[in-house]
């Protein structure tokens, strides 16, 4: 049962990667000449002086902590020179938790959308103990968080492969994320990852163990429940662990985790679900034709682009009596109204059209090497979250560099930046077709590989279709594409 389940999984992934392959190819060569430049330098390089590249990488890893360091003071400087800290759907959040916007527009907004509940009572409490100062302390947590999970995927490939994989981990996502304007978005991105790495961790190590591994067991589910309250998502790489240790058929192990880990995420989640909701700092209407919920997610992934809020909200309104549709909360979030709407999307669809759109959606979350970064200038954003720093910075040289070259994605110099990141993100899927090439007989790469598959089957069903949502899998991609390409370099013992 174990392999066969695997083994067909093995040929699914082979065709997504194949398919993924493809697609950053493709968008590669729509760059401007620079991608191609950079990607033909890359292939002569190592194909005339692959000993001098393999020297250089091994210099480079020998100085990690210098790479470290230059990657923290790119942060600081992405910080200090960025006009637009906050923009959309984060920007009513962190300016509702400090205060900023008016108390009835966070309660309809958080009423709305309380999926954010966490991340504002996150900010508001760092308010009370700091004040208008906690916007600066988030940017400092969003500097640890990052860099911290740098150090977490680290360990994972170090403790429980080898030190070549590990140094490949810390080279995809140091260049990836590590050198990126990710570390001023104060969402729940970022704000995730430490939390989804270290599951991560927890969940290699039991593999690795022959022991019940109670404590382990414990500390996964403190870590999944604090990671859930953020995203959700962090869930489906537990499903990924549950049904390895299932195809195994050693149900005593199998009982004793799933029994462990139940107890102790169900504890710790329950405990914070409780206090959310009896929480006084924002007023929220608990009704849930007012509240956005699993059924609206599904019906916003069905829309082509799999992220259409505009057209997931007409197809709402129909719904809705004309008179009450322009009222923020008209109730068009009812359950009943949701089920109708999903029907009606799927009858709308043919087969053909319907496989338009999962290619097309598909597309759109798998392509960008610069993980779908959006920020612009902020008087083109609806509601944006300015710098404070951003009156002194605005003219000066060396901040407005930074800002056209990395922060704003329609800025002049903009494109060598993406080009390089997306000369990567190739190198990145390369090492993860590597992985999927061929059936291995190994826990831990197969509960990689399951849970990265739920993660884009998750991504399919639900709202979709833009490469941020990768961020949520980002601790999986990262350890399994170092597996493929360190094997692709050179043999290496199984993780």
């Known amino acids: 049962m174990y392999q066969l389940f695997f083994k067909c999984l093995q040929k699914i992934m082979w065709l997504l990667l194949l398919f993924w392959l493809a697609v950053v190819v493709k968008h590669l060569l729509a760059l401007p000449w620079i991608g191609i430049g950079l990607t033909v330098i890359i292939g002569l390089l190592y194909l005339v002086k692959k000993e001098l590249l393999g020297r250089a990488y091994a210099y480079a890893m020998c100085h990690k902590k210098v790479l470290l360091t230059l990657a923290l003071l790119f ?11 906050v923009r959309r759907d984060a920007a009513v959040v962190i300016t509702g938790a400090l205060h900023l916007i008016e108390e ?7 009423t709305r959308n309380p999926n954010n ?4 009572l996150y900010a508001r409490g760092l308010y009370h103990l700091f004040g208008q100062a906690t916007i600066w302390l988030l940017q400092v947590l969003g500097i640890l968080y990052m860099n911290g999970t740098a150090y977490i995927l680290y360990r994972v490939g170090r403790d429980f492969s080898s030190q070549r994989v590990a140094d490949m981990v810390f080279s995809l996502y140091l260049v990836l994320l590590g050198f990126s304007p990710y570390v001023i978005q104060t969402y729940t991105d970022i704000t995730s990852l430490p939390f989804l790495a270290a599951q991560l961790y927890l969940m290699v190590a039991l593999l690795k163990e022959e022991e019940k591994g109670t404590q382990r067991l414990c500390l996964l589910g403190l870590v999944t429940a604090l990671a859930s309250v953020l995203r959700p998502t962090a869930l489906v790489i537990v499903i990924a662990f549950g049904m390895v240790l299932f195809l195994k058929g050693n149900w005593q192990r199998f009982i004793h985790a799933m029994a462990v880990l139940g107890c102790s995420f ?8 409780y206090g959310m909701n009896q929480q006084k700092e924002v007023k929220i209407v608990h009704d849930e034709t007012l509240a956005k919920g699993l059924t609206t997610f599904i019906n916003l992934g069905l829309t082509y682009s799999g992220t259409d809020q505009e057209d997931m909200k007409k197809g709402l309104l129909q719904y809705i009596a004309p008179e009450r549709r322009s009222n923020y909360n008209n109730g068009m979030f009812a359950q009943a109204n949701e089920l109708k709407e999903i029907k009606r999307r799927l009858h709308a669809y043919t087969p053909i059209s319907f496989i338009g759109h999962l290619g097309y959606k598909l597309e759109n979350t798998l392509y960008d090497g610069a993980l779908n970064w959006l920020y612009t200038k902020p008087e083109d954003e609806k509601t944006p979250l300015i710098s404070p720093l951003y009156i002194y910075t605005k003219d000066n040289a060396v901040a407005e560099v930074i800002r056209q070259s990395v922060i704003e994605y329609d800025g002049k110099y903009y494109a060598a930046y993406k080009a390089i ?8 899927v390369i090492g993860l077709f590597g992985v999927v090439w061929r059936y291995r007989s190994d826990d831990a790469m197969n509960f990689l590989s399951l849970s990265l598959f739920g993660g884009m089957l998750f991504l399919m069903i639900f709202e979709g279709g833009k490469t941020r949502y990768l ?4 601790p999986q991609i990262v350890l399994l594409s170092s597996l493929g390409l360190t094997r692709m370099f050179q043999k290496e013992r199984k993780i």
């Open 421 to 428: 990141k997306q000369v990567v993100w190739v190198v990145t």
């Open 104 to 110: 009835q527009s966070i309660s309809n907004y958080l």
């Open 471 to 474: 961020l949520q899998f980002f």
């Open 117 to 120: 509940l966490a991340l504002f």
């Open 266 to 273: 169900g504890l710790i989640f329950g405990s914070l679900s």
């Open 75 to 85: 942060q600081i400087a992405v910080v200090l020179s960025a006009n637009l800290l």
